[in-house]
């Protein structure tokens, strides 16, 4: 049987870290809050964990997690190398709502599926979530919903589709916009090979994007939707 703790009440908020710390050392999965949509986390250094937020959502190993971070320093310590426009989103839009998909660091043991040697990384702005980053280290975290479903907003939506699945469900309040992260692959940044791909619109406009990289950002017609995944 799940937990569930209010961290809106100052009373549940420390148990609720400490138990949500402990099932995330255990391997198990915890629902919390991000800055934009409910999140499920798993230990991203943990391929069993990893492979068991797989299966609550009921994807497979082609739709691997992105990673949550605490802050810059521990996304370099992620990726193989952050070219000096990534530098620049990072400035602008971290903390907040923009996933970035980069080569990673190749002398990583991790298993977050199949990712192709890549990455996708997002710091997000969400006092919760950060304090389990600063804790508990990077984690897998997709969007709180089962495939095909739209993303949780709030922690009883999370726990209707994810029940017993998860361990424990922080309860940060509803979710301010209910947008999901803008996910961009940079990849092509690194390699030389291509500009920017936009892969899912969300709470970071095109226009935003635009300001930052200018010319290294593909044209409109260029853009992909990819659905449901990061929070």
């Known amino acids: 049987m799940y937990e569930l703790f209010d961290c809106r009440d100052s009373e549940q908020l ?5 138990k949500a710390r402990q099932a995330i050392a255990r391997g198990e999965l915890v629902v919390l809050p991000t800055d934009t949509v409910y999140g499920v986390a798993a230990d991203a250094f943990n391929a069993d964990a990893v492979a068991r937020l797989l299966a609550a959502k009921g994807r497979g190993r082609q739709s691997p997690p992105p990673v949550l971070v605490a802050g810059v320093n521990t996304m370099r310590a992620l990726v193989a190398e952050v070219p000096a426009a990534v530098e620049r989103l990072v400035e602008a839009f971290w903390p907040g709502g923009l996933t970035i ?9 991790w298993d977050l599926g199949d990712t192709g040697g ?3 990384v997002r710091m997000p702005a969400d006092r919760i979530a950060l304090e389990l980053l600063e804790e508990c280290g990077p984690l897998a975290v997709s969007s709180a919903n089962l495939t095909g479903r739209s993303a949780a907003v709030d922690v009883d939506d999370a726990a209707r589709m994810l029940g017993d699945s998860v361990a ?5 309040g509803p979710s301010r916009d209910g947008v999901a992260s803008t996910i961009i692959d940079a990849t092509g940044l690194v390699s030389g090979a291509r500009p920017v791909r936009i892969l899912r619109r969300g709470a970071v406009s095109r226009s935003e994007l635009e300001e930052s ?3 290294l ?6 853009d992909h939707d990819h659905g449901d995944g990061s929070a």
Request: aromatic share 4%; charged share 20%; no cysteine.
């Open 14 to 18: 420390l148990p609720g870290m400490r």
């Open 101 to 109: 998909v980069l080569p990673a660091q190749p002398s990583l043991s």
């Open 118 to 120: 890549t990455v996708a």
């Open 168 to 172: 424990v469900y922080l309860d940060g």
């Open 213 to 215: 990289l200018g010319d």
């Open 217 to 222: 950002l593909e044209p409109d017609d260029h």
